[in-house]
Nanobody, 123 residues
C-alpha cells in the first residue's frame, strides 16, 4: 500500500546544490521513519540520512554532515534532502525508504523503497 517516489536528481557541477523529494503515499507519513540511501556503481548501498517519525531526531552520515539537510512535511506527505556543496563522490542513485517505526535502522529494516533518482556531480 505504501509507495515512495523520488525526484529532483540530475547533473550538477562540484560545489552546486540539488534538492531531492520523496513523495509518500498510501499511509500517514508521520508514523514512519524515513531514510535516504545511495548506491554508486560497484559500491555497497550506504545510509545518507534518516529521520524518525516522532523523536525529532535526524541523523547524517559523516561524509555528508554540514552539507546535506533532511526534512519532512507531514502535511504534504513529502520528505526532502537538500544537498549543498556537492562533490564528485556524491554521485550515486539516491533512494528513499520507509518503515513503520519511530527509529532509524540500517537498510534491512526498511519495508518500502522508491525506485531511486540519479545524482551526478561532475565538471
Amino acid at each position: 500500500q505504501v509507495q515512495l517516489v523520488e525526484s529532483g536528481g540530475g547533473l550538477v557541477q562540484p560545489g552546486g546544490s540539488l534538492r531531492l523529494s520523496c513523495a509518500f503515499s498510501g499511509e500517514t507519513l508521520r508514523y514512519y521513519a524515513i531514510g535516504w540511501f545511495r548506491q554508486a556503481p560497484g559500491k555497497e548501498r550506504e545510509g545518507v540520512s534518516c529521520d524518525s517519525s516522532s523523536t525529532g531526531t535526524t541523523n547524517y552520515a559523516d561524509s555528508v554532515k554540514g552539507r546535506f539537510t533532511m526534512s519532512r512535511d507531514n502535511a504534504k506527505n513529502t520528505v526532502y534532502l537538500q544537498m549543498n556543496s556537492l562533490k564528485p563522490e556524491d554521485t550515486a542513485v539516491y533512494y528513499c525508504a520507509a518503515q513503520y517505526s519511530y527509529y532509524c535502522t540500517g537498510p534491512s529494516g526498511y519495508e518500502y523503497w522508491g525506485q531511486g533518482t540519479q545524482v551526478t556531480v561532475s565538471s
